[in-house]
């Protein structure tokens, strides 16, 4: 026979509920919320329900309801209840709580969620790299959280010294915590030794390591050697700190940052939050040379180690090597470039960077098109070797149209390698279509995004290809070459002005006119009226 008189039921409580409803609905709200609390007590699973609906609206409300409760723990009951109210004065209710009856259950789940709270407001603050975002969209760390955790410490050690309470090891563990919050991190060692002493749940003696790695972290205020091998240590007993407990990831990351920012190890810095591929949109020159200094060591440290080492195996070297020829291929410094790059042990690993060849000639810019047919696809060092010789030859040669054919050949390597045409992956790693658009507004180039901390840099430099096409054209004897030098010249200063020119200034169209009246008798300028439509309007106009 099933039971029809399970004595408390649920159901008695559902009805309850219904008749607190019932209550407040005609008035009644003192007896409406002395019926909430019994159900807040009794019945977990109405239990939010009840903190929802419970409303007292005046002191007098609330003395006349303590009146009807029928002892001290009914009324320990009413202060939790109340205490779970957003407006609440939560530490001033678990006062009373404690007051009222020591061993309530409800004195240590208020004020393990309270610690929660005060950990999001306080644990890593200083050196949290979020905090701008917490204090802009969640309003953390709150106003009084420096207040609020120094008043719950302040509870709490009356707890523990009057041992009135059930679990003495619990409390003392939350002493120990919130001495941690709140920056006492010598008492709060001296907390945690006395509660290892004491605690006998497996699940405090987790939390209490939890604990005591946070305040260890927290403590940290100098990166030295031995704070790296401890790091180290961490990282790799991940079983027992950070697969368990991943938020350690967070903070042991920010920690790290802090306190290499702190003693100047930028390098350092950057890789506690980025990966190596993170400095290709920008590779800031001091970066890349302490990393490379790094892979340079004799003496490098195991944390050093970690940070150098990709998941193959490999060390960055090479990749950092590729980033700072990177850098000066792209301010045109070939020599320091070339040489940088004969720091990979040997040359087969150049082919692992791209292969390229900027020298095709295009009426019209194609960012994506593939390299012609017609040409030799090379990798960087040899590119560099290319352009190298051609610009000795460019000077040395004694014929003036195998000069001018030098120096277009080499303006047309540093033009194709820029953000406006196809080789741009020979001195660039990202580069965005939309950069263009706002040239004028960002005049050193570097543009925000997600893909790197210090931006991303585009190539917008044309004048080193302007400077060789300006002189293959003054050079040559020869028109078409004269015209297409021209032509790629006008490209150049067409480039600058959408980067550099001001809003009132004139488009310039000083090659487009040397191109009518020097060039208009050859096969390539009718080419261009064909092809070339911007050139095409201009013409029209006279």
Request: proline share 4%; with cysteine; hydrophobic share 35%.
């Amino acid at each position: 026979m099933p039971k029809i008189d399970n004595d408390p039921s649920l159901i008695e409580y559902w009805i309850m509920g219904h008749k607190a409803g019932a209550l407040q609905k005609t008035g009644k709200i003192v007896e409406a919320a002395y019926l909430y609390s019994l159900i807040f007590a009794n019945c977990p699973e109405k239990r939010e329900s009840a903190i929802r609906s419970f409303k007292i609206n005046t002191d007098e409300q609330w003395g006349q309801c303590l009146l009807l409760c029928q002892n001290d723990k009914e009324r320990a009951t009413l202060y939790a209840l109340r205490a779970h109210k957003n407006n609440s004065r939560l530490i001033v209710e678990m006062k009373d709580i404690y007051q009222l009856d020591p061993k309530n259950a409800y004195l240590e789940s208020l004020a393990l969620g309270e610690t929660k709270r005060l950990e999001k407001d306080l644990l890593g603050y200083t050196f949290n790299d979020k905090k701008k975002i917490n204090k802009k969209y969640f309003g953390l760390p709150r106003k009084n959280a420096g207040e609020n955790v120094i008043q719950l410490l302040t509870f709490v050690q009356q707890i523990v010294k009057e041992k009135k309470t059930k679990r003495q090891d619990f409390w003392k563990i939350l002493e120990g915590y919130l001495e941690v919050l709140s920056g006492d991190y010598y008492y709060a060692k001296e907390s945690f030794a006395k509660a290892g002493k004491i605690v006998t749940n497996d699940t405090l003696k987790l939390q209490l390591k939890v604990f005591e790695l946070a305040l260890e972290i927290s403590s940290w205020d100098k990166i030295t050697p031995k704070i790296e091998d401890r790091i180290v240590e961490i990282k790799r007993d991940k079983e027992k700190y950070l697969e368990k407990n991943p938020d350690f990831n967070d903070m042991l990351r920010d920690k790290m940052a802090w306190l290499y920012h702190n003693n100047g190890d930028e390098a350092k810095a950057f890789l506690c939050y980025n990966a190596i591929t993170d400095l290709r949109p920008n590779p800031v020159l001091k970066i890349v040379n302490d990393l490379l200094d790094i892979t340079e060591k004799k003496d490098i440290t195991e944390i050093e180690k970690l940070m150098i080492t990709k998941p193959d195996g490999t060390t960055i070297r090479n990749d950092v090597i590729d980033m700072k020829a990177n850098y000066f291929l792209s301010t045109f410094q070939i020599e320091k470039a070339l040489e940088i790059y004969k720091q990979m042990p040997d040359e087969t690993y150049w082919d692992k960077y791209g292969l390229f060849n900027p020298f095709a000639e295009r009426i019209n810019d194609c960012v994506n098109c593939p390299i012609p047919d017609s040409l030799t696809a090379l990798n960087k060092g040899d590119l560099m070797r290319l352009i190298l010789n051609k610009k000795l030859e460019s000077v040395s040669e004694m014929n003036k149209n195998k000069a001018a054919l030098l120096n277009y050949q080499l303006g047309l390597a540093f033009y194709n390698m820029t953000y406006f045409s196809y080789a741009w992956k020979a001195m660039d790693y990202y580069r965005s279509d939309v950069s263009i658009r706002s040239a004028r507004k960002y005049k050193d180039a570097i543009f925000p995004t997600n893909l790197s901390p210090f931006g991303n840099k585009e190539n917008f430099d044309c004048r080193e290809a302007l400077k060789y096409f300006n002189k293959a054209r003054i050079l040559t004897t020869n028109p078409e070459l004269g015209a297409k030098a021209a032509f790629m010249a006008a490209k150049c200063e067409q480039n600058d002005y959408y980067v550099n020119g001001a809003p009132d200034q004139k488009k310039p169209h000083d090659n487009f006119n040397i191109l009518m009246d020097q060039f208009k008798d050859t096969q390539f300028y009718g080419k261009l009226i064909n092809e070339c439509r911007y050139f095409n309007t201009y013409v029209s106009k006279f």
